[in-house]
């Protein structure tokens, strides 16, 4: 496109539209009030660190939510592949109307606003006193993946070919030994986009915690952060808040750096192959 | 063979379909703290209340409103940043990991951080604002204007997810063809018409049909960044029936506003469907 020079004015409006937020927050996180409200008067004492003492002295300390966050994300990623990959197995080597009918409903699922079923899964959780324990909101955020991650392993599935598996037929392995050591490694790349993906949802999933946690020892990230903003609606402490975000992103950022190429080629195989 | 679907069928069945069936039974019932929570039939009447109830309609149209205008910002701004990353330059790779950031935090978190940033006086913009003499600039207290601030937010963490879908497209277009063009003596503007827009269609299609969804039921963000403040004017349908269930404790008609979102949307999706379809249809291609 056009000269260089206009390229790279873009890129440096791309990066900073889609940091400026964030660096925001890092400077406010290091910033103490006095700096905040006037930023512009020559003031003293313009940094410090004790937003982050707060915030990781807090009751309960900080790390306590993304541990919470950590728990949820994890359990939730490895409910969601033991049930998504049979499935999504058994979707490719089916033919026929079935094959047809499960894909579709699959993309309808995954384009539903899932934040209308919070009210249901309330219930649900009231009945069965599933509220207050972290593993059990990997039950819908394992269901909320589905569509998702069976579309995406099945499309792996249907990448290899049919031979190989015939071959291991014919060597007298059973299904169970053809999923164990033939096919499953062979979508490992696959099955590892769809565990960050799945990851990140779980990580960042709010309507379902937000209604199903009021421990504030267990709360996932998300849900701590937006009650720290609930507490006081005219005065949120910004300058902790801030300190939380820095301290919050720096995970899933590294996650989004180390496996970037894993992200985007769960995003877009499904947009490519769909 | 089938047995290997039965645990995410019985999944699917107990979190998707289940729910829906349970809100058309409690739609058609009073259960609220007035009938002690249990639920007596009441012959439609929570439907009645719907079809005139001036606040669902009001955060129908609110919702309509920040849907439409937040996903066509962020299919154009998306299809630049797709062009721009789909070129080859130094960097482009960590560039590309950056731009996905937004998307990959937590939306309540970035909510929170819009507001710091819109915050009157103490925000940066309004600190900038004063610096040129306009402020105070009550972004997020101006019924007429807030609503925008959140379609801001929205657009900046959600446009990343569209820009890769869009990336994705335009990988898949085959090099030669533009060459074949520009052999033809053809312009730049000529081949972006010509070939990416066409084949990029898809693509499109599919982006915006996702993110519409997705726009539609919006609650994160709005229940964080403005609470559907000032004057409920950015309540969208989900934050209403999130309220009625948890504030006014009124779950039968929590139940009604849910169904009657998802009608709506049913429509919405199906008025663009049609409308990407005779599209394709005029235009002749793919």
């Known amino acids: ?146 569509p998702l991650a069976i579309l995406l392993l099945s499309a792996a599935f249907r990448d290899l070919p049919i031979d190989l598996e015939d071959a291991a037929r014919l060597e007298g392995l059973g299904l169970w030994s053809r999923l ?58 910004y300058g902790a808040y801030a300190a939380a975000t820095v301290l919050g992103s720096i995970p899933l950022i590294a996650l989004v750096l180390i496996f970037q190429k894993s992200i985007v080629s769960g995003l877009t195989s499904g947009a490519v192959k769909g | 063979m089938l047995l290997l679907l039965v645990p995410a069928a019985v999944l699917l069945a107990v979190v998707f379909v289940a729910p829906m069936l349970h809100y058309v039974w409690l739609s058609a019932h009073a259960n609220s703290v007035l009938t002690g929570l249990v639920p007596i039939p009441n012959q439609g009447a929570n439907w009645l209340r719907l079809v005139s109830d001036q606040r669902f309609w009001q955060d129908a149209g609110q919702t309509l409103r920040f849907t439409v205008v937040s996903v066509s910002l962020e299919v154009l701004l998306a299809l630049a940043i797709a062009l721009l990353l789909d070129q080859r330059w130094r960097g482009r790779g960590v560039a590309r990991a950056l731009t996905l950031i937004p998307w990959a935090l937590p939306t309540t978190v970035m909510a929170l951080g819009w507001r710091w940033i819109f915050n009157t006086p103490y925000g940066p913009l309004n600190q900038t604002a004063s610096l040129l003499g306009v402020a105070p600039l009550n972004i997020l207290s101006n019924p007429s204007i807030t609503w925008m601030a959140t379609v801001l937010a929205d657009v900046w963490k959600t446009t990343p997810f569209a820009a890769l879908i869009l990336l994705a497209g335009l990988q898949t277009i085959p090099t030669d063809l533009y060459e074949a063009l520009r052999l033809e003596g053809a312009s730049q503007r000529t081949c972006f018409l010509r070939i990416t827009l066409p084949l990029l269609k898809p693509y499109i299609a599919l982006a915006l049909l996702f993110r519409l969804a997705q726009a539609f039921g919006v609650f994160d963000l709005v229940q964080v960044m403005t609470g559907g403040g000032p004057a409920s004017s950015t309540e969208s349908l989900a934050l209403y029936a999130y309220i009625n269930a948890m504030r006014f404790l009124d779950f039968g008609y929590s139940a009604t506003v849910m169904i009657g979102s998802f009608i709506l949307l049913l429509l919405l999706c199906l008025i663009s469907w049609s409308f990407l379809i005779r599209l394709q249809r005029r235009t002749g291609r793919v």
């Not at chain 1, 499935?87 to 894909?103: D, E, F, L």
């Not at chain 1, 209308?116 to 990997?138: D, I, K, M, Q, Y």
């Open chain 1, 1 to 146: 496109m056009k000269t260089l020079p206009v390229r790279r004015l873009l890129i440096v409006l791309l990066l900073s539209w889609s940091l400026g937020p964030l660096l925001w927050q890092l400077y406010t996180s290091f910033s103490t009030n006095e700096a905040l409200i006037t930023p512009f008067a020559n003031i003293d004492h313009r940094w410090t660190l004790n937003h982050y003492k707060d915030v990781l002295t807090g009751n309960p300390p900080f790390w306590r939510y993304l541990i919470n966050s950590l728990i949820v994300g994890t359990g939730s990623t490895i409910l969601t592949l033991c049930i998504a990959t049979p499935a999504a197995y058994a979707i490719t080597r089916s033919r026929g109307t079935i094959t047809n009918v499960a894909q579709t409903m699959l993309i309808v699922a995954a384009l539903f606003p899932y934040v209308l079923l919070f009210l249901a899964l309330l219930e649900v959780a009231r009945s069965l006193h599933l509220g207050n324990h972290l593993l059990a909101l990997t039950i819908p955020y394992a269901a909320l993946s589905q």
């Open chain 1, 180 to 237: 164990r050591w033939v096919l499953i490694p062979l979508i490992a790349p696959a099955t590892a986009s769809t565990a960050i993906l799945v990851f990140l949802f779980a990580w960042n999933e709010y309507p379902i915690a937000l209604t199903w946690l009021s421990d504030s020892s267990l709360l996932t990230l998300p849900v701590a952060m937006a009650r720290i903003a609930g507490s006081s609606i005219y005065s949120v402490p």
